[in-house]
């Protein structure tokens, strides 16, 4: 199927001309399309997912690790652009740098303050911004899922070659963190 083509008639519907938008991207969830005015679309599959994503956005609105979002209707959210480069990338070219590090501790300890149940985030999910700063594209069951410890950004920290690099800043950084964590990657198989 043509990516335009699916979409095509809801984002008529809508008032929005797919033809003038960039395609930057399709996943499981659904697609996003870069509107004219810098914002993104990002058309769902299933409107119960545009509604469990929109409802995350809204209540970590003014955390400086999503972006901020505009409105819903039906299965698709208007939110601001991300760019940067996602974090898995981002290591494979400059490796995982001590800033980059803390600012993943730092984002981690933000979900514990935003009440979230799951504290784990996959590395595609995360941008890092030309100053190192992060930003979360995809925030998924933040509310419904339990995940105490970040056990898929650690997977992907180590196929990547840098989980001791990070395990390392956390130890320094949060003594205690490092410890509840290290003792749940070895349960859990990856250390």
């Known amino acids: 199927m043509?990516?335009?083509?699916?979409?095509?008639?809801?984002?008529?519907?809508?008032?929005?001309?797919?033809?003038?938008?960039?395609?930057?991207?399709?996943?499981?969830?659904?697609?996003?399309?870069?509107?004219?005015?810098?914002?993104?679309?990002?058309?769902?599959?299933?409107?119960?997912?545009?509604?469990?994503?929109?409802?995350i956005l809204e209540a970590v609105r003014g955390s400086k690790y999503f972006p901020k979002v505009y409105g819903s209707m039906g299965n698709y959210i208007i939110r601001d652009y991300v760019g940067g480069e996602c974090l898995k990338d981002y290591i494979k070219r400059n490796g995982l740098d001590k800033k980059v590090a803390k600012n993943l501790i730092n984002l981690i300890e933000e979900f514990k303050k935003l009440n979230f149940k799951k504290l784990d985030i996959r590395c595609k999910d995360i941008y890092v911004q030309k100053?190192?700063?992060?930003?979360v594209i995809d925030p998924k069951y933040s509310f419904t899922r339990e995940k105490s410890?970040?056990?898929?950004?650690?997977?992907?920290?180590?196929?990547?070659?840098?989980?001791?690099?990070?395990?390392?800043?956390v130890r320094i950084e949060k003594p205690q963190v490092y410890e509840e964590w290290t003792g749940k990657l070895i349960e859990s198989g990856i250390l």
């Open 2 to 55: 043509d990516k335009k083509s699916g979409y095509k008639n809801l984002a008529e519907k809508f008032n929005i001309d797919l033809r003038e938008c960039k395609f930057l991207g399709e996943g499981h969830n659904g697609i996003v399309y870069l509107l004219p005015d810098g914002k993104i679309i990002k058309i769902f599959k299933k409107i119960k997912n545009c509604e469990s994503e929109y409802s």
């Open 149 to 169: 410890f970040p056990k898929h950004l650690s997977k992907g920290l180590s196929k990547l070659g840098v989980l001791g690099d990070f395990l390392e800043v």
């Open 131 to 135: 100053d190192k700063s992060l930003m």
